[in-house]
């Protein structure tokens, strides 16, 4: 039997059912040392260590969300009414932990609308997080859904390229069918009112917009190269045709979020792009908007990542959800919510049960679907054990 002696300083997950990327799920113990695990093994001494028995429970890679807005219900539950940004992010990244989400991209939408999405509101939110970092749980970053109408606000997206813990930056465009006509009058009374507007104000300030509708292929240009340049991961929100999703691949933008239809899915897939679909979508046994499947997305190959979208809980019930429908092995269905987002946001250090990893774990029992205890960087931030 292996043996490995730990020092005080050490914590054991021990006798769990370890989900590792190179043998699949195998009972063993984690070791964990600081913020790293550096030992996976059948059995180790425990002397001196804390030790943690999680023998009837599944071990798991901490939750990597690519895009997750639920943060501005927080905010905003009511429409036009608002709550401080500091006490809604503490209160989000409790939900994060909760859920056994250990790496949370929030999606702050940089638009040329007023109120909760504006570039204001946007700057506000990032400054809230900035100040109570400290006392966050897991690792909150941001996912920029930069509006390509906003044109003016696209300096202030470019300075957060600078940013030590770098931002992604999706490619949003909801104005051009709200200019069509192509959008319920209920999702524009919608945003109206996260504008805090009155319908007749919110519409005369979408018809400015149209003026500028020549100015965006550039914007989207010179956007994408400046993102490239300093390594930022990128995604095109709601490809609508195959085409689209070239044109955003040939600058770099990698990843497709949310392709509307299997065209343009295909076409992502075939060209090894990552593919992300709502976990919320897998959950509710289809789209909240009438969007394509996101299992059968999963079936046919053409989703390679699930994120939150708008519900935290989703992640982990989607591959839980999919697993026990035989859509995919556990294996493969946890890899959607975690070595395949940290890749795709490269993340290296985390995403995996490995050895020299980042000892971000979620632990399971095996009769539930709801974590009982959460780490993030060695740290306990949630238990119920």
């Known amino acids: 039997m292996d043996m490995h002696r730990v020092t005080a300083t050490e914590t054991i997950l021990r006798g769990g059912l370890v989900l590792t ?17 550096i030992e996976i093994v059948p059995r180790a001494n425990y002397a001196g260590a804390r030790m943690i028995d999680v023998e009837h429970c599944l071990v798991l890679p901490g939750i990597v969300d690519v895009h997750g807005d639920a943060f501005e219900r927080n905010i905003m539950p009511r429409p036009k009414t608002m709550f401080p940004l500091d006490m809604a992010m503490l209160e989000t990244d409790r939900q994060l932990a909760a859920n056994g989400i ?5 999606g702050i939408t940089f638009s040329w609308e007023p109120g909760l999405r504006s570039l204001e509101q946007a700057q506000l939110i990032i400054t809230a997080i900035d100040s109570v970092e400290r006392e966050l749980l897991v690792d909150n970053r941001i996912h920029v859904r930069w509006e390509t109408f906003a044109i003016d606000e696209a300096p202030a997206v470019i300075e957060l390229f600078r940013r030590a813990k770098k931002p992604a930056l999706a490619f949003n465009d909801h104005t051009s069918s709200s200019l069509s006509g192509g959008r319920m009058e209920s999702k524009l009374r919608g945003s109206a009112d996260r504008a805090m507007l009155d319908m007749e104000t919110y519409h005369a300030l979408l018809q400015e917009r149209r003026d500028r509708v020549d100015e965006i292929p550039n914007a989207i240009c010179v956007m994408a190269n400046i993102a490239r340049e300093h390594g930022i991961a990128m995604l095109s929100h709601d490809d609508t045709t195959p085409g689209m999703r070239k044109e955003f691949r040939d600058m770099g933008v990698k990843i497709s979020e949310f392709p509307m239809n299997w065209e343009t ?21 289809g789209s909240h908007n009438g969007a394509i499947s996101a299992e059968e997305a999963v079936r046919r190959g053409q989703c390679t990542i699930l994120a939150t979208d708008y519900y935290y809980p989703a992640p982990l019930l989607a591959a839980f959800q999919l697993a026990s429908k035989g859509a995919l092995s556990l294996e493969a269905a946890w890899n959607l919510v975690s070595s395949a987002p940290a890749s795709a946001m490269r993340l290296d250090d985390r995403g995996t049960i490995e050895i020299g990893k980042r000892a971000d774990i979620i632990v399971v029992p095996k009769t539930s679907t709801r974590p009982i205890a959460t780490f993030v960087g060695g740290r306990l931030v949630y238990q119920t054990i």
Request: aromatic share 4%; no cysteine.
């Open 265 to 285: 899915a295909a076409e992502a897939t075939n060209h090894k792009d990552p593919v992300v679909f709502g976990a919320p979508n897998v959950v509710r046994g």
């Open 102 to 106: 250990t790496t949370a991209y929030h």
């Open 21 to 37: 990327p190179d043998q699949g799920l195998k009972q063993a113990d984690v070791v964990i040392d600081a913020d790293r695990i």
